[in-house]
């Protein structure tokens, strides 16, 4: 069944009218426009909720020639992820009015949470190459507004500079990946369909065949990959999701664990029936499980609760990027089923986070305890969803890291892929030990012995519990009945990510099998190595403190200190201030970009060329030509030489009349006597004589004879391919000049009549070039006044 | 360069030089010429004048006005005047390319009538393309000599 136009068009397009009319929603709301977003949010949910179980392309035409349209594509994946998004921002925006109290800009952070949202609809359903990147790249200038907040923090300018710089930086990978896909794909699907990902989708087989032909397999894999990569917070660019904790909580539950950060996993699915094979598992099992497990040992070591979730969704995230690198059906479901999990529990959590925070005053682990006794309620739901992420059976997150296991042991019964075959299994147990640990570390929190430090905690308004209590009672409903889920919408998502169709079964395990070994072990592992906490998180630290370099962060401040000090050194060489310095780098530099395109290119003059072959009359003139260059070069005063030089334009303006163009020999004199004169009103102001130390000298030569080889090569080189007689578009000219255009002088009517446009944009050149002139005349005067 | 030589050279050529570049203006369509060269000329005629009289004379001596002499370049009246010539030389382009959409044909579309029996001519040739010209006519004259009068002025 194809879905609604209509429907699908107002759940992408309701949030962003919605931020649009913040300011007025503001104006007229107050703090209450968060409740505003609540009735946008839950709207767009139900609209794509209405839209369950259709799948198919829905466009809107816009510039049909060119076959540019406002596409797009539904189908379970792209429904759960857009209606996790929405479903999710309903809560934050029940949660933000109460937590964001008393806030600044709270105009702008609904704004942008707005927008936000929109953006991550757009991604999940656009079926338009373009359009993805773009809505991608929009979530990152969101999430760049958002994580700084607070603008006159520094930690907070550093954490969104950051999170700006990788996420973004990925996404110009992600761009030349897509890039060279839609080459790829307007072979196979058709040069209509180039950027139809829909379309790609409907011939995964085909497409990943002609990829493999043209050898851009690899590079699109790649690229692809590190675009999600980054976006997705997979080692090593995980350290951007941490720092981006300086945004306030609502927006680290909804980006950094909801949304966001899961859009590269959202991508590594949707491309999984297209690019999955050999390379797609050691790419991405083999990334998902490092980051997995790396980010877990880092939440262990984390002393902010803030900074622990941040780790523990980053090793999530590396779970789930696992679970689709595993190319059996189960890592499919590992997939999609825990990117559901991890949402309903992850969110919760952070909210959860803020609760105490907001309440007890203070993030750090060691300050807080015993909170059972105060927030009762708070205490219950962080019981279920703190449990969920440990993956402690019934709950929740349980089920998935059963599939994850299930995945990891079955690779190796698909693939040769030798000692992996039981890394890959004991990576994952060793990884989810330390997930059970820091789950439990969270947990702890409410229990055991309140620190004296902790002064009186405040209860929480209700709209601060009903957004986390939703989340974990969806989330025991899914401990439940884990099959309701399944049939609900995740078996649709897995069937969109997965090559062929495998109903899925989820329930608790009632005999052995090497999963629930696996479990077991984790769990008892994890369990015994609780009471030594303490001593793992401080051996950690102070491996961390002895050696900087371990910590992706060091690599990220060394790297852009580098770059900053080094842009400014050749910053300071290049924009010295001397027009001479400015001449030299743009010459030198517009040389090397023609000879290198040349020498890339393949273009060699012909030897032909290298003859002589032109009339007397030519000879001669050009001769004079050649002489008055050498005037102008040996000329000792400015006079002599601009009066040798113009010698040399007359000469090619009768070189013009000599080959019959009169109206460029025309040209030619007239600019060339205006130069002349512009030469003569300037030329009092020059001085006579410039000390000048030997080493410029050397470095003018070097310039002119750079210049002059560029020159003289290039006009070998463009003219070598001139054709044998006049071309078609040269006859059809001479032909239509006077029976269309009513003109003899062919130049002319072509000018205005037949490419007038050309032209007009000619004229602009000369406008814009008059105008540039005057505004840099009147800004230095404007300068010297200073 | 104000010298006398410069000056009575001036005084003959300059109007020579203006007659020729508008004859290269209007002939543009069937010989050698056009806007664009018949603007460069035009310009050459007003560098020669600034070249011998200095930059004030324009003002002073052709429109008989003062002159400020503390008045920043880009202000002066007659840089005024110039911008604006470009600025209607853009407009009258646009505009003439706008009027063939009234006849719903393409942007920029040119057409021509030949009137016959006209005394003294005898066959006359209007085309639709002079006014587009005259354009870059304008954008041409005003564009450089905003440049030359106000980098000359420095």
């Not at chain 1, 209509?192 to 590079?219: I, S, V």
């Not at chain 1, 859009?263 to 491309?271: C, D, E, Q």
């Not at chain 1, 025991?476 to 049939?487: E, F, W």
Request: aromatic share 10%.
């Amino acid at each position: 069944m194809p879905p609604e136009l209509s429907v699908v068009l107002a759940a992408v397009a309701l949030p962003f009218v919605a931020a649009v009319s913040t300011p007025v929603l503001y104006r007229l709301l107050g703090e209450r426009t968060g409740y505003a977003g609540v009735a946008v949010a839950l709207a767009s949910f139900l609209l794509l909720a209405s839209q369950r179980g259709t799948e198919g392309t829905v466009g809107l035409e816009w510039i049909p020639s060119l076959d540019v349209a406002l596409r797009f594509y539904l189908d379970g994946w792209g429904l759960l992820f857009a209606m996790l998004a929405c479903g999710i921002g309903t809560l934050i925006f029940l949660y933000s009015p109460a937590y964001m109290h008393g806030e600044p800009h709270l105009a702008r952070f609904y704004t942008a949470l707005l927008a936000f949202m929109g953006s991550i609809v757009g991604v999940a359903l656009a079926a338009d190459l373009i359009a993805i990147f773009l809505f991608w790249e929009l979530t990152s200038l969101c999430s760049f507004v958002l994580i700084g907040h607070y603008t006159a923090d520094d930690s907070s300018q550093y954490a969104s500079r950051m999170a700006m710089f990788i996420t973004v930086g990925g996404g110009l990978f992600l761009l030349v990946g897509l890039l060279l896909l839609s080459v790829v794909a307007g072979d196979v699907v058709g040069p209509d369909a180039a950027f139809n990902l829909a379309a790609m989708l409907e011939t995964p087989e085909a497409m990943a065949e002609a990829l493999r032909e043209q050898g851009l397999f690899l590079p699109v894999l790649g690229l692809l990959a590190i675009g999600a990569g980054a976006k997705s917070a997979q080692v090593p660019l995980h350290f951007w999701l941490p720092n981006a904790m300086a945004a306030p909580t609502p927006v680290s539950a909804f980006l950094h664990s909801a949304t966001m950060v899961k859009v590269g996993v959202y991508f590594i699915g949707r491309m999984r029936p297209i690019l999955v094979g050999e390379e797609w598992l050691f790419l991405f099992a083999t990334l998902g499980l490092t980051t997995m497990t790396v980010c877990a040992i880092m939440a262990v070591a984390a002393t902010d609760i803030k900074e622990l979730l941040a780790y523990s969704t980053a090793s999530h995230l590396g779970l789930m990027v696992a679970g689709f690198g595993f190319t059996s059906i189960y890592g499919a479901e590992t997939g999609v089923f825990h990117l559901l999990n991890h949402a309903l529990f992850k969110a919760a959590l952070f909210l959860v986070a803020g609760i105490v925070a907001h309440e007890a005053g203070t993030r750090n682990i060691d300050n807080l305890g015993g909170l059972r006794h105060d927030l009762p309620v708070t205490a219950i739901i962080t019981v279920i969803v703190a449990l969920s992420m440990a993956g402690i059976p019934p709950f929740n997150g349980f089920y998935s890291k059963e599939l994850l296991f299930e995945a990891a042991v079955e690779a190796s019964h698909h693939h040769d892929i030798g000692v992996l075959g039981v890394l890959y299994p004991a990576v994952a147990v060793f990884g989810s030990v330390f997930t059970v640990l820091y789950s439990l570390r969270f947990l702890s929190l409410f229990f055991g012995d309140r620190p004296d430090a902790l002064g009186h905690v405040h209860r929480p308004s209700t709209t601060l519990v009903v957004a986390p209590g939703v989340l974990a009672l969806l989330a025991a409903a899914v401990s439940i009945r884990p099959q309701l889920a399944v049939d609900v919408i995740v078996q649709s998502g897995v069937d969109a990510t997965a090559l062929e169709h495998h109903e899925m079964h989820v329930s608790l395990p009632t005999s052995y099998s090497p999963p629930v070994g696996m479990s077991a072990v984790t769990i008892a592992v994890g369990l015994a190595a609780y009471p030594f906490y303490d001593r793992i998180h401080d051996g950690l630290n102070a491996t961390l403190d002895a050696a900087p370099p371990i910590a992706a962060n060091w690599w990220y401040d060394a790297i852009v200190g580098g770059l900053t000090g080094g842009g400014a050194w050749v910053g300071d060489r290049i924009h010295n201030g001397l027009l001479r310095t400015y001449a030299t780098w743009t010459l030198l530099g517009t040389c090397g970009l023609a000879l290198a395109g040349f020498a890339a290119a393949g273009t060699v003059a012909s030897s032909e060329l290298i003859g002589f072959d032109a009339a007397p009359a030519v000879a001669l003139v050009l001769l004079v030509a050649v002489v008055a260059g050498l005037a102008v070069a040996l000329s000792d005063s400015h006079i002599a030489g601009v009066l040798t030089l113009s010698i040399l334009g007359f000469m090619i303006a009768i070189f013009y009349i000599l080959a019959s163009a009169p109206d460029l020999a025309l040209t030619q004199l007239v600019v060339e006597t205006l130069v002349l004169l512009i030469f003569l009103l300037v030329i009092e102001e020059i001085p006579e004589y410039y000390e000048v130390s030997l080493g410029k000298y050397a470095r003018d030569a070097v310039v002119s004879l750079a210049v002059g080889a560029t020159a003289f090569i290039t006009v070998l080189v463009t003219t070598d391919a001139r054709p044998e007689g006049s071309t078609d578009i040269a006859r059809a000219y001479a032909e239509q000049a006077v029976p269309e255009g009513g003109g003899t002088n062919i130049v002319n009517v072509t000018l205005v009549d037949f490419r007038g446009f050309d032209t007009m944009g000619e004229l602009i050149v000369v406008a814009m070039a008059a105008i540039s002139i005057l505004t840099l005349i009147v800004m230095r005067s404007g300068g010297d006044d200073e | 360069m104000t010298t006398v030589v410069m000056r009575t050279t001036a005084r003959v050529i300059v109007p020579i030089i203006l007659v020729v570049s508008t004859s290269l203006f209007v002939e543009g369509h069937n010989l050698p010429g056009g806007g664009f060269i018949g603007g460069v000329l035009t310009t050459t005629a007003f560098a020669i004048i600034y070249l011998a009289f200095g930059l004030d004379f324009v003002e002073r001596g052709v429109l008989g006005r003062d002159v400020d002499p503390g008045k920043e370049p880009s202000r002066d009246r007659v840089v005024v005047a110039y911008r604006r010539l470009f600025e209607y030389g853009l407009a009258i382009a646009v505009l003439s390319g706008l009027v063939p959409l009234l006849f719903g044909r393409p942007f920029l579309t040119q057409t021509f009538v030949i009137f016959e029996h006209v005394p003294l001519y005898g066959e006359i040739e209007i085309a639709s393309a002079l006014a587009f010209d005259f354009g870059v006519y304008c954008v041409v004259v005003g564009g450089l000599l905003t440049i030359l009068s106000v980098v000359g002025a420095e």
